[in-house]
């Protein structure tokens, strides 16, 4: 059947019994992203079948990380460059429609990673069944860089588990479980991964129907009076997150399923005009160029071992004991130290709630437990191949704990601390072995944010700042590199845009006025809020390290609300209340025009910090500057970053705007350091 075809990016085969197999195993990737050859070879061995069709065909994957991560985005943002976006995705389409049109039973066998283009493949058949594993997911991410599923998926998904099941899928851009995957009906059987291809055939064999109602959903859904009912809710529900000004493929998605939705056929074309028009917006560049940010960012973390098995946290706060509940739940072995007792037992009680919420099944959890060891004296400091220092931001505090520990600690273990803001050079005195000693800033919450920043000094070897890096991708978070300076990248960038909304409420301006500014231009969060999340007296002590460095002070408003014990939401109140662990904005005046500046006030000087930490040096990039920011903010991620919003805006007319805000409201708006190196 296959004589003459020598594919590069996968194998067939025709079984003893007449069912035909295609193993995807890319020649030049670690997985199989599907790149043009890929599918090209995808489709010779198909229309093979077309004329000769086998019993039945299985597609697989002999990669160990999954079925398919979806689409080579790098060759698809080269298609664009070309102008031949269009044929590369009217291409897949071509090849999965002929999948779909065989004249035998076709199986996706899944095990591991399925995204994108390898579900909308997955879908393209008449069955899947799903590795029954931890890390078997299987998702349509695409609106998470800016489109929607072009090859086929929007398509087809509505009309396999019904059009609120695939429409939410899609929207969200999230994964499933394989279970998850089983109970809405998108796989039709979960076993264990050594059985993938014995319950693939049996599916070839018995061809069994979908359940009837299943079908009935999926009919009932897609009707045109449902899709006319269902589509302002669910525009509804994206506008709360997402505005279409600043994301428009979720609602491209919800308009191509309510005008074509109502077969596969009808809607697969229409999908096609619809991605070739968002690849082409700014959103989907920026966003594209967010993956890639995130890529590298990733990839720093790469190559050879950390040697680190295990850590020791010191401070069993909110965020010692967090840190430790995530490197447990990530496979280290942990112990948690403080002076207070029911400190370490209130940090391991929360960490067992993380681990239920997270890890689901009973055998994990209790894996994870194990893992996770109380030690309020700090014996087993000794054993420890990375100790983090999570204490109070002293810096005298910090310095007597690190001559208590260093002469416990192994000879060639890190020593980390977890400030926020205090330079390293000053935490360093007195050390006997500074080369060991870096910083691992986390923020807070650790368990939702992503970055971690891996602060280096003049003293710090390049080995240690080689296993920093590594453990903290080791343990599935994105480290970035920061040179030692007040504030490192994120809360130094992000001071001087809190300090302007701190002035704004002083000068009389409604804080609910100042946050929907901040969420206008495309923040998760006014900095009103944002104040009020990390908590004012973190911000009044990062605040005290920075001011001095940028010749400003902090309002004085600030110290009022800590000394009446309004520090945030963790007290119920800081600048708004929090009766039950969620913001009460007070109401806008009446007929209230905030001021015309109000936008460049709040993020010009977000951008001017940025382009002065570039020129200083704290980050290696630009690009790990935004990645930094974006990671580490939620700075707006459709922008691609404040250094990339600069190019967008044009860095001339930036300069513009802040001496204009300077002659208007003070110096502190005059441009930084850096403006004349920064490439436009």
């Known amino acids: 059947m296959f004589e003459g075809l ?10 003893d019994d007449g069912i035909a197999v295609i193993t995807l195993d890319r020649a030049d990737k670690p997985v199989n992203a599907l790149a043009q050859a890929l599918i090209d070879e995808i489709g010779q061995l198909v229309e093979r079948m077309a004329i000769e069709p086998p019993k039945g065909l299985v597609f697989m994957s002999a990669k160990d990380g999954g079925f398919s991560p979806g689409a080579d985005i790098g060759e698809f943002e080269g298609f664009f460059a070309q102008g031949t976006i269009a044929d590369a995705i009217s291409n897949g389409h071509r090849v999965f429609d002929a999948i779909a049109r065989l004249r035998c039973p076709t199986v996706a066998a899944i095990h591991g990673h399925c995204f994108g283009g390898g579900m909308e493949l997955s879908l393209a058949c008449d069955y899947r069944v799903a590795a029954d594993t931890p ?5 349509l991410p695409e609106v998470k860089l800016g489109i929607h599923p072009g090859w086929g998926g929007l398509a087809r998904l509505p009309h396999l588990v019904g059009a609120p099941e695939a429409m939410r899928m899609m929207l969200a851009g999230g994964s ?18 050594e059985d993938l291809m014995a319950k693939a055939t049996d599916l070839v064999r018995t061809r069994p ?15 045109w009076p449902a899709r006319v009912a269902l589509a302002p809710t669910l525009r509804k529900t994206v506008q709360r997150k997402a505005p279409r000004k600043h994301y428009p493929a979720p609602y491209a ?3 191509v399923w309510r005008k074509h939705g109502g077969s596969v056929a009808k809607a697969l074309r229409p999908e096609i005009r619809s991605v070739v028009r968002l690849a082409g917006t700014p959103t989907a560049h920026n966003l594209v160029r967010v993956y890639f940010l995130q890529e590298g960012l990733k990839a720093r973390g790469a190559g050879t071992g950390h040697g680190i098995h295990h850590v020791h946290v010191i401070g069993a706060g909110v965020m010692g004991g967090d840190i430790a509940a995530w490197a447990a739940m990530q496979g280290f072995n942990v112990t948690l130290q403080d002076q207070n007792a029911q400190a370490v037992q209130a940090a391991l009680a929360r960490a067992g709630t993380l681990f239920e919420k997270r890890l689901k099944t009973a055998d994990r959890i209790e894996a994870a437990r194990r893992r996770l060891a109380g030690d309020p004296e700090g014996a087993r400091v000794g ?8 204490i109070v931001e002293k810096v005298e505090v910090k310095r007597a704990l690190f001559a208590d520990i260093e002469p416990k600690m192994k000879p060639d273990a890190l020593l980390a601390t977890n400030t926020s803001s205090i330079v390293l050079e000053d935490l360093r005195e007195g050390l006997a072995r500074p080369q060991n000693f870096i910083g691992l800033h986390y923020f807070n919450p650790v368990p939702m944010l992503p970055l971690v920043e891996v602060v280096h000094h003049d003293q710090a070897s390049g080995e240690s700042l080689r296993r920093g890096l590594a453990f903290v991708r080791g343990h599935d978070k994105l480290p970035l590199a920061a040179a030692s300076a007040p504030g490192f990248l994120v809360n130094r960038i992000l001071f001087p845009y809190l300090l302007e909304a701190f002035r704004l409420r002083e000068e009389g301006v409604p804080l609910r006025a100042i946050d929907e500014a901040a969420v206008r231009f495309g923040m998760p969060m006014g900095p009103v809020e944002l104040a009020d999340q990390v908590g004012l007296d973190v911000c009044a002590h990062v605040g005290a390290v920075i001011a001095p460095k940028l010749g400003v002070e902090l309002p004085g408003g600030v110290e009022a609300l800590i ?23 007070p109401p806008l005046p009446e007929n209230y025009v905030p001021p015309v500046d109000l936008e460049d006030r709040l993020i010009l000087p977000l951008l001017n910090e940025a382009v002065a930490c570039l020129h200083e040096g704290i980050v290696a990039s630009a690009d790990e500057l935004d990645a930094g920011v974006i990671f580490g903010t939620g700075f707006a991620p459709f922008r691609g970053g404040p250094i990339q919003h600069i190019r967008a805006v044009g860095k ?6 802040l001496t204009e805000l300077a002659k208007r409201h003070g110096p502190r708006f005059a441009p930084r350091p850096g403006w004349s190196e920064l490439a436009s």
């Open 253 to 255: 998605m919800i308009d």
């Open 652 to 657: 001339d007319e930036v300069i513009k705007r």
């Open 563 to 585: 000394a009446a014990g309004k520090r945030g939401r963790k007290d119920g109140e800081g600048f708004y209340t929090y009766p039950e662990g969620k913001a009460v904005k």
């Open 383 to 390: 054993e420890a191949d990375l100790v983090i220092e999570a």
């Open 135 to 139: 890390d078997t997911r299987l998702g």
């Open 6 to 15: 020598r594919p590069r990016h996968c194998r067939a085969e025709l079984r």
């Open 176 to 193: 499933l479980s394989a279970s998850r995957a089983r109970a809405i009906g998108l796989v039709d059987g979960v076993v264990p991964r």
């Open 209 to 223: 129907a979908r359940p009837f109602r299943q079908r009935l959903t999926a009919w009932a859904t897609n009707t």
